[in-house]
């Protein structure tokens, strides 16, 4: 319950913050006004004492929210996704921020799988291992199927999780009530929107069946992608509270000296990476969108193995050309085509200059472009856009901050392997195939086929529709106006859906 019994929750974390050193940290990276500034240290300093002490070995922020218990680790990754909200200081300190915690015990985790799954943990599987991997929300054990032999990855929630994560939850929604009643200035934040956000991908992980059913539409888009796999989903085995999945034998991609030992081609796993990102957003607008190390294996025979698929990525078509014609403009050093392509998508208002706003962005690429190639940076190019785009009054849109963000994590990725990669040079033909396919004439043509579908979809509800629409007309015009308008709009709606099942007729053949 959202109410002033939140204000104990409060006072314990801006105590922490004060007794951690983050306090001066998290006011400065929001750029918070004197009214907010005191609000915050009043809840804090006197009670100082009450804050948890944390590890001293962390940055003051990570270490006050580790100290703070799973939905602040679990909040302070997702504001890494956002630095137009925290800024890129705290965003990068943020996305080394460990969701590590201490493990439950093999007995509760059988316990869970039981009452999950309605049979008892030991007749499902023959062996369940102490845990692998211990996170905020959940854990993983290694088991072995009794019924088939098989060996498996279970991921079992904390238990109690769900309770903790709503009762935290309600305490973030009071604490954004407040900043909205204390600092109006600060309402450019959002911070109900951000909170909102925070709930929405956080309600998603507590039912595995959501990440079950992300993970199979990501394996049902990726089939088909050479030198890459993921593992499978058992559904059978799989609930709310646990999923289980084949084990992802392999290793780890950040382990270079193991790379190397195994006679990997390290190059190639480089450019096979950011390549298959690349073509999992642009291609097919779904991508993983925590693709670091961690989540990232070499399979014996050189495939790269994802998991983990909390958080996913989502990009509509139309945003996905715009941002591929971006990118292309970019590579090809057309700055006043990336200006245009901004403008005609409504991501700059139309009353700013055209050109001033491709002046600013050639002095975005061309310092980058005259860089060494092996330095160029994507991600930082990206970043400087969003700088630049930000002043010239673009609106923050949230999908592509996190296409930013993974962006980032993925060049990491990818220079780790190979410091010498040519980013561009990498990314150049799956950016040109996209163009190609996406933009010539056989896209148009698709695009005109799924508009005479939707309008033959719709066809029998349009009269009753644009009926509505001439009566309602009608009480506010003159009656010999009202026949005029309605002859003329029944005329051009039949023309229009004429034109509509014509289009269809012809292109539904080639679609």
């Known amino acids: 319950m959202r109410g002033p019994h939140n204000i104990f929750r409060l006072i314990r974390t801006g105590a922490t913050l ?124 290694k088991a072995v199927v009794r019924e088939t032999g098989e060996t498996v990855a279970v991921k079992v929630l904390r238990p109690g999780i769900e309770r903790a994560f709503r009762h935290d939850i309600d305490a973030f929604y009071f604490a954004a009530r407040c900043v909205d009643v204390l600092s109006p200035s600060s309402r450019r934040l959002r911070p109900m929107e951000v909170i909102r956000h925070f709930e929405g991908v956080v309600m998603g992980e507590l039912d595995l069946r959501l990440e079950s059913a992300a993970a199979s539409e990501f394996a049902a888009n990726t089939k088909d992608d050479e030198g890459f796999q993921l593992p499978e989903i058992k559904w059978h085995l799989s609930d709310r509270r646990v999923m289980t999945m084949g084990w992802a034998e392999g290793i780890p991609l950040g382990d270079n000296a193991a790379l190397d030992a195994a006679g990997h081609d390290r190059v190639a796993l480089s450019e096979r990476v950011l390549q298959l990102f690349l073509n999992h957003a642009l291609r097919d607008g779904y991508f993983h969108a925590d693709m670091h190390p961690g989540n990232l294996k070499v399979a014996a025979n050189g495939d790269i193995i994802a998991y983990d698929f909390g958080i996913m990525g989502h990009i509509d078509e139309y945003t996905r050309r715009v941002y591929a014609e971006i990118l292309f403009g970019f590579i090809r050093r057309d700055y006043q085509r990336v200006a245009k392509v901004h403008f005609e998508a409504g991501y700059v208002p139309a009353d700013r200059n055209v050109d001033e706003f491709a002046r600013a962005l050639r002095a975005v690429g061309e310092p980058i472009f005259g860089m060494d190639a092996t330095r160029i940076s994507m991600a930082k190019l990206l970043s400087y856009l969003f700088e630049v785009t930000e002043r010239f009054g673009m609106e923050t849109r949230t999908e592509l901050i996190l296409l930013q963000r993974t962006m980032v994590v993925v060049e990491g990725v990818a220079r780790a392997l190979n410091p010498r990669m040519n980013i561009w040079e990498v990314a150049h033909p799956i950016v040109e195939d996209y163009i190609r396919g996406s933009l010539g004439p056989r896209a148009f043509a698709g695009d005109l086929a799924r508009t005479a579908q939707v309008l033959a979809r719709f066809g029998p509800r349009l009269p009753a529709l644009v009926e509505k629409a001439l009566l309602s007309e009608a009480e506010r015009n003159s009656e010999p106006a009202q026949d005029r308008n309605r002859a003329a709009r029944w005329a051009y709606l039949a023309a229009g859906l004429f034109a509509g099942f014509v289009t269809a007729a012809v292109l539904l053949p080639l679609a």
Request: hydrophobic content about 45%; charged content about 20%.
């Open 18 to 141: 004060e007794r951690t050193g983050a306090m001066n940290d998290v006011l400065d990276a929001f750029d918070a006004p004197p009214s907010l500034r005191i609000a915050a240290k009043t809840l804090g300093w006197p009670f100082k004492w009450l804050g948890y002490r944390g590890d001293p070995s962390l940055p003051p922020v990570t270490r006050a929210l580790t100290a703070m218990g799973p939905a602040y680790i679990k909040f302070g990754q997702i504001l890494s996704t956002r630095p137009d909200v925290v800024g890129e200081d705290l965003a990068l300190q943020l996305r080394v921020l460990q969701d590590k915690l201490p493990p439950f015990t093999v007995e509760t985790a059988r316990a869970s799988i039981t009452q999950a799954l309605g049979r008892p943990a030991d007749v499902i599987f023959s062996e369940i291992s102490p845990p692998v991997a211990a996170a905020s929300i959940a854990q993983v054990h």
